[in-house]
């Protein structure tokens, strides 16, 4: 008995072990979040009178690279890339392979990034950077400097910044042609930049967010910030560069068919003030000219044609081109008419029909606008040929419904084509559920200025110009956050305009307003806006 008694205690015991042992468990202690260390390289850091065509770095543990393309950045730039390895595996130990020529008394450097990392949990050895001089010395001179955006809040990450040496050879135009003799990049930072190993001499400081990296300036994808001058170093100053895109000048492109009456031109920058011929059988004849919806392409109408080509004229401003469009036997156009407008019409908004063709003859006889009770409604048109688009305007009631009709041949378009019956459906909501913005500017620096309230995105949703009085009023607008953008118009166009590089222009001033401003339903929202230094 006395066994079995002693069997038993020990049974419980085991058990009260175990189910205490099941409250917690072994880990394997706290994460790993130091980076590799270097315990040595061949040749060292830092050396001079460098000669090699190999470097050998070894790290307390396995190390990976990772991302190098996007993190790398080699200053000066040479013709033939390094080779890195291992990529792709593991090892104590990477190889760098010098595959150019190295120029004589010239210091280099190769800055990793972050794209060293242990193997185990990724911990990167950040803006590791293995430097030498092919001559006695090291350059030791350094500039840094910010970036920002001309335009939007916040800088893109990533950003190319470059120094061109100015001497006997430099032009304006080397940022096209040639690589710079300095490099540094901003990595994920956004908004610093450092540049070390430089020597004294005068340089041009340049900033490129390139769409494809070949350290040469394509204003048709770039954007580009430069500083104005050029720079003496040493210099102890903090740069500032604001990235802009440019406005490309205008170029037509290549000339296609699309219908039996319709030409499509694609083009580069901007097309206002364009003008459009046309030429059949030696003899000019009538076209119009549009913009398709949301491209950079126009859209060259004329009557159907029995011809194997016409010859058409683009002009603008000094720019001239001319095209030969080979015909085919394609469709004509049909006339349609849709609205963007689904439900509900804003107290800002005006109600606009939309047209496939352009048109020729609009009757407002035929057209009808009437409320709810089917009272009718005053309204007048508007028409804009070029983008295709019939306006609408009317003075709007709260919390009303309205119906816009067309009788059949109300819309007759260039080609004599006319529409069918049609109407279109809509409200307006209560005025409450809206709400009032006022801005009070304090100390503008100069008139006119452009106010563009936006998303967090950066996508305008409201814009007023104003000329002169600083007390500004958005009335009736959706309830929401808003960003707030102010652009100081300098040449009181009407919009923002980016900067040039060869005109050694800089983008229009733009200020952010540090914090949204929430707008609510049914609220007055006053809101100061300080502009002064």
């Known amino acids: 008995m006395r066994k079995l008694k002693f069997l038993a205690y020990i049974s419980v015991s085991l058990s009260i072990l175990a189910s205490c042992a099941k409250r917690g468990s072994i880990t394997g202690g706290d994460k790993d979040i130091t980076p590799p260390k270097i315990v040595s390289s061949y040749p060292k850091n830092l050396s001079t009178d460098f000669n090699e065509k190999t470097i050998k770095i070894t790290f307390d543990e396995y190390v990976k690279i990772k991302d190098l393309q996007k993190n ?12 890195v390895l291992p990529q792709g595996s593991a090892s104590k130990q990477i190889t760098i392979k010098i595959n150019d020529t190295l120029q004589p008394n010239t210091t280099y450097s190769f800055n990793f990034g972050e794209s060293i990392v242990d193997n185990n949990e990724g911990n990167p ?22 970036i ?9 990450k990533y950003v190319n910044v470059m120094l061109y040496e100015v001497d006997e050879n430099y032009t304006d135009s080397i940022i096209f042609k040639q690589t710079p003799r300095y490099i540094t990049n901003t990595l994920d930072s956004t908004v610093t930049f450092k540049m070390e190993n430089i020597k004294a001499g005068k340089y041009r400081l340049v900033a490129l967010k390139e769409k494809t990296v070949n350290y040469k300036f394509d204003p048709n994808t770039d954007k580009i910030g430069f500083y104005n001058q050029t720079i003496t170093i040493p210099d102890p100053s903090i740069f500032e560069l604001e990235l802009f895109k440019e406005t490309p000048k205008f170029k037509a492109k290549k000339a296609v068919q699309a219908s039996a009456n319709r030409g499509l031109i694609a083009y580069d920058g901007e097309a206002k003030n364009i003008k459009t011929t046309g030429l059949y059988k030696d003899q000019d004849f009538k076209i119009r000219t549009t913009r398709m919806a949301d491209k950079d392409t126009l ?3 004329f009557a159907s044609l029995k011809t194997d080509s016409i010859q058409l004229k ?7 081109k001319d095209f030969v469009l080979k015909m085919r036997n394609l469709k004509q156009d049909t006339l349609s008419l849709t609205s963007k407008t689904r439900g509900t019409i804003g107290f800002n908004d005006s109600f606009k029909i939309n047209t496939t063709t352009p ?25 804009d040929e070029f ?25 007759q378009d260039y080609l004599g084509q006319s529409n069918k019956q049609l109407t279109f459906n809509f409200s307006t909501k209560s005025k409450a559920d809206y709400g009032n913005l006022t801005l009070d500017f304090k100390n503008p620096k100069s008139f006119p200025i452009l106010i563009e309230l936006t998303d967090n995105k950066g996508k305008v949703l409201v814009t007023k110009f104003i000329e002169s009085n600083p007390l500004v009023e958005f009335l009736s607008i959706e309830p929401q956050k808003y960003s707030l953008r102010i652009i100081y118009d300098s ?17 229009e001033e733009v200020y952010h307003f540090p914090t949204e401003i929430d707008v609510r339903s049914n609220w007055d929202v006053n809101q100061k806006i300080e502009l002064g230094n």
């Open 72 to 83: 790398l950045i080699t200053s000066p730039l040479m013709k033939t890339p390094i080779t």
């Open 125 to 146: 050895l950040k803006q590791f950077k293995y430097t030498f001089s092919t001559g006695k010395e090291l350059d030791s001179l350094s500039i840094q400097g910010i």
């Open 148 to 156: 920002k955006d001309a335009y939007e809040k916040e800088a893109e």
């Open 299 to 301: 859209q060259i109408w």
């Open 314 to 320: 683009v002009n603008k401003d000094d720019y001239t």
């Open 359 to 383: 048109l020729d003859k609009f009757d407002n006889s035929k057209m009808k606008l009437i409320k709810k009770d089917s009272s009718a409604v005053n309204f007048t048109t508007k028409y």
């Open 387 to 411: 983008n295709q688009t019939l306006e609408i305007l009317f003075d709007k009631e709260p919390n009303e419904k309205y119906s816009f009709s067309l009788e059949a041949d109300a819309i």
């Open 491 to 507: 040449n009181k166009n009407g919009q923002y305009d980016p900067g040039n590089y060869l005109e050694n222009r800089q983008a």
